[in-house]
């Protein structure tokens, strides 16, 4: 009967993206909180968070806007580990949210993407990396152009400006706290 060895040691260490938002309650606050949640996980280290962004809705599904903002960080997680923490964080604050059944149902308490995970490529029954439609979103391309504009997607082989350049109809994206206030008339 023989043993077999294991190897053991460091994984490598991957830098991600990670496309935080939220459109219910206390939008930022559930940013703020993912984000503290994302700095206590083991093997991962979050180095940059974007500005806070505030985001028209897309499609039917929602009609609140949105909060969002990218996180970059490093992380020997492998992708499915890292997609399970982040569906964690997601159930946790959406348990813990406070706001009524109707607005939980109608709208995304905290949702966590993952955008890239280094320049892999990955397609699977629950994941696909780069996020499949980061190339038409600006209110992931925005944050990403404040953090990471040189970053290329793999697939498309343009980096995050080129993507953002290219934007056929964004939707309309402001900076936390500016989008009221030009609808404002000074006195």
């Known amino acids: 009967m ?8 460091n994984r490598r260490k ?11 309650g206390d939008k930022l606050g559930y940013i703020q909180q993912a984000m503290q949640l994302l700095k206590d996980v083991p093997g991962v280290t979050v180095l940059e968070c974007s500005s806070f962004y505030e985001a028209e809705p897309t499609g039917e599904l ?4 949105f909060v969002n903002a990218v996180a970059s960080i490093d992380t020997s997680l492998r992708p499915d ?4 923490i982040c569906r964690d964080i997601e159930k ?13 149902a109608s709208g995304r308490i905290i949702d966590l993407d993952i955008l890239f995970y280094g320049q892999e ?9 780069p996020h ?3 190339h038409k979103r600006a209110f992931a391309l925005v944050p990403l152009l404040e953090i990471a ?4 997607h793999p697939g498309l082989n343009k980096s995050v400006a080129q993507l953002h350049e290219e934007l056929e109809e964004p939707e309309q994206i402001f900076l936390f706290g500016t989008h009221l206030a030009e609808e404002v008339e000074p006195d």
């Open 2 to 9: 023989t043993a077999q060895r294991q190897l053991r040691g």
């Open 14 to 24: 991957v830098r991600a993206y990670i496309g935080l938002g939220s459109n219910v």
């Open 62 to 65: 929602y009609s609140e806007w």
């Open 81 to 84: 580990e890292l997609l399970e």
């Open 92 to 104: 946790r604050l959406t348990a813990m949210a406070d706001v009524d059944a109707r607005q939980k």
């Open 121 to 129: 490529t990955l397609e699977s029954a629950t994941l696909q990396i």
């Open 132 to 134: 499949p439609r980061l």
């Open 149 to 152: 504009p040189e970053i290329r």
